[in-house]
C-alpha cells in the first residue's frame, strides 16, 4: 500500500487562496489528485471536517472508494458537541484570535497535548502550518455551513467511524 496525505486548497502545502473551497471543489481536487497518481480506488481516511468531505466523495464516487475511516467527524458541523453554542460570530472571532497558540488544537482536538508545554507547543505549530488566521475563519465559516446527513445512506463501503467520548 501507499499513503498520500492530500491538502485541500489553501491549507497545508498547498497554495493559500482567498475564500475556502465546496464539498465540490474539494471532491473534484481529490479526485484530480488520485486520477495523476493513478489510483483508480483508496481508502480515505478523514478527520474532523475531512471526515465531511471523505463521506462526501464516497457517497458520489463510490467506485473509487473501497472504505472509509471516519474520525472525530460529525454530519453537520454547526451541530457538533464541541462547539454548544454554535458558530456565533464572536465564537469565530474568539478562535482567529488564538489561532496559532495551540489552544484549539490541543484544547478541542487533542486534550491530553495540554498536559505538557511540548504538546501545546507542537499544537500551536501545526496551526500555523495548516493555515493563516483569515484562512482559518474563511474555511470555519464555510464549514459551519456545511451539511451531508442528506447524502449519509447513499455511503455503501464499509467505514469505520472513531469518535471520543471528550469530542
Known amino acids: 500500500a501507499r499513503w498520500v496525505n492530500f491538502d485541500k486548497r489553501g491549507q497545508g502545502l498547498s497554495d ?12 473534484e481536487d481529490l479526485t484530480a489528485v488520485m486520477n ?4 483508480k480506488r483508496a481508502v480515505l481516511v478523514g478527520w ?8 462526501y466523495f464516497a457517497a458520489q464516487y463510490p467506485e473509487r472508494v473501497s472504505h472509509l475511516v471516519l474520525g472525530a467527524g460529525m454530519a453537520k458541523l454547526a451541530q457538533a458537541p464541541d462547539y454548544p ?6 465564537f469565530l472571532e474568539q478562535l482567529v484570535e488564538r489561532w496559532g497558540d495551540g489552544n484549539l488544537f490541543s484544547g478541542y482536538s487533542i486534550p491530553a497535548l495540554s498536559t505538557f508545554p511540548e504538546g501545546v ?40 467511524v ?3 467520548k471528550n469530542d
Open 16 to 27: 493559500r487562496m482567498s475564500g475556502a473551497p465546496t464539498l465540490e471543489e474539494r471532491a
Open 36 to 39: 495523476a497518481i493513478e489510483s
Open 48 to 55: 474532523s471536517e475531512g471526515a465531511l468531505m471523505c463521506a
Open 85 to 90: 453554542q454554535g458558530f456565533t460570530p464572536a
Open 121 to 160: 507547543k507542537l499544537a500551536a505549530r501545526f496551526e500555523r502550518m495548516s493555515c493563516s488566521p483569515g484562512n482559518m475563519r474563511e474555511l470555519i465559516a464555510l464549514d459551519a455551513k456545511l451539511d451531508i446527513r442528506q447524502i449519509l445512506d447513499q455511503i455503501r463501503v464499509p467505514t469505520l
Open 162 to 164: 472513531l469518535h471520543s
